[in-house]
Structures are given as C-alpha cells and as structure tokens.
Nanobody, 129 residues
Framework: QVQLQESGPGLVKPSQTLSLTCTVS??????????WSWSRRPPGKGLEWIGY???????YYSPSLKSRTSISRDTSKNQFTLQLSSVTPEDTAVYYC?????????????????????WGQGTQVTVSS
C-alpha cells in the first residue's frame, strides 16, 4: 500500500516561492509507468491539477501554471517536490500529492479521477503578508 505525505510551510508571503515535498512510502517513485502528481483545491473551488513527474523524471505541467511551476524529485529519499514561484493570495489552497497511472496516449493533461491510485492527506497553504 503506497502512502504519501505532504510537508512544507503553511504560510507563504506574496511574490515568494511556495515549496512542498511529498514523501512516498510503500513504493518507489521510479516504479515504471507511475507518475507523481500535485493538485490543489482553492477555497470554494474544485480540484486543480498542477502537474506530475514521471517514473523516468520527465515532467508535465498544467498550461495555466507552467510558467511558475517546477516539480523535481530525490530518488535517494523517495520524495518529489513542488515549487510554485511568484505566489499571490489566489494560490491559497489545500495542496495534495498523489500517485497516478495515466495511459501513454494521454500524458500531460489533467488526469481522470479513475487513474489516481493513492493520495496524501493534503496540506493547507495560505499566501498572505
């Protein structure tokens, strides 16, 4: 059973970079055909996919956030990290990491709910001065 746990600051100031880490246990982030995803849910809104990093290290991002997003990994720690730059109060949300298995013909787009296999519990990030 794969388990995921988000960690990082709960408060970030405007214009700074938000940085969150997801620690994976019970499975390896290099397992073939598995992708490691970040999503967020702003208050009162639906879930928004941010991007994912593949078992190979290749990254895919939502077009709407691509210019500000970077997802990286540390295979020695079995962790992957989200960095979102130039944050504003509109980036306030609960951030989730997840494991997902998208089909090869649909890489790079927001994953369907049924493709997700495991989720972290989520972590609240507030952008405020």
């Amino acid at each position: 059973q794969v388990q995921l746990q988000e960690s990082g600051p709960g408060l970030v100031k405007p214009s700074q970079t938000l940085s969150l880490t997801c620690t994976v246990s019970g499975g390896s982030i290099t397992t073939k055909f598995y992708y490691w995803s970040w999503s967020r849910r702003p208050p009162g809104k639906g879930l928004e996919w941010i991007g994912y990093i593949a078992y190979s290290g290749t990254t895919y991002y939502s077009p709407s956030l691509k210019s500000r997003t970077s997802i990286s990994r540390d295979t020695s720690k079995n962790q992957f990290t989200l960095q979102l730059s130039s944050v504003t109060p509109e980036d306030t949300a609960v951030y989730y990491c997840a494991g997902v298995e998208p089909p090869y013909y649909d890489l790079g787009s927001s994953p369907r709910p049924e493709w997700y296999d495991s989720w972290g519990q989520g972590t609240q990030v507030t952008v405020s001065s």
